[in-house]
């Protein structure tokens, strides 16, 4: 069964880093792409950005280009994100997920974590 949870959050002021974490369980790991996405209330999910099993990153959305990396770590079957130089308008619950060509592999998603930026 597959399993996600995401941890990291927290409240943060502008400019400030946070880092991501998810833990994936149920499914072989290193053989998906995975990707973070976020949320704030009232707005679609949006992807922040995707890695490849082999670590190449394939999408980075403009909002967090330069700012937003994302890592893998496929021995422990973990995903990350390094957010640096955050913005108020980074404040949302952040989610990873497998993005497949038509939707993503945990469809119940997982807890996600809240990222709040704020001075």
């Known amino acids: 069964q597959v399993h996600l949870v995401e941890s990291g959050g927290g409240s943060v002021q502008p400019g400030g880093s946070l880092r991501l974490s998810c833990a994936a369980s149920?499914?072989?790991?290193?053989?998906?792409?995975m990707g973070w996405y976020r949320q704030t209330p009232g707005k679609a999910r949006e992807l922040v950005s995707t890695?490849?099993?082999?670590?190449?990153?394939?999408y980075e959305a403009d909002s967090v280009k330069g700012r937003f990396t994302i890592s893998r770590d496929n021995a422990n079957s973990m995903l990350y994100l390094q957010m640096n130089s955050l913005k108020a308008e980074d404040t949302a619950v952040y989610y990873c997920?497998?993005?497949?060509?038509?939707?993503?592999?945990?469809?119940?998603w997982g807890p996600g974590t809240q990222v709040t930026v704020s001075s």
């Open positions: 997920n497998a993005p497949l060509r038509d939707g993503v592999l945990y469809s119940a």
């Open positions: 149920g499914f072989n790991f290193d053989s998906f792409a």
């Open positions: 890695i490849t099993s082999l670590h190449t990153i394939t």
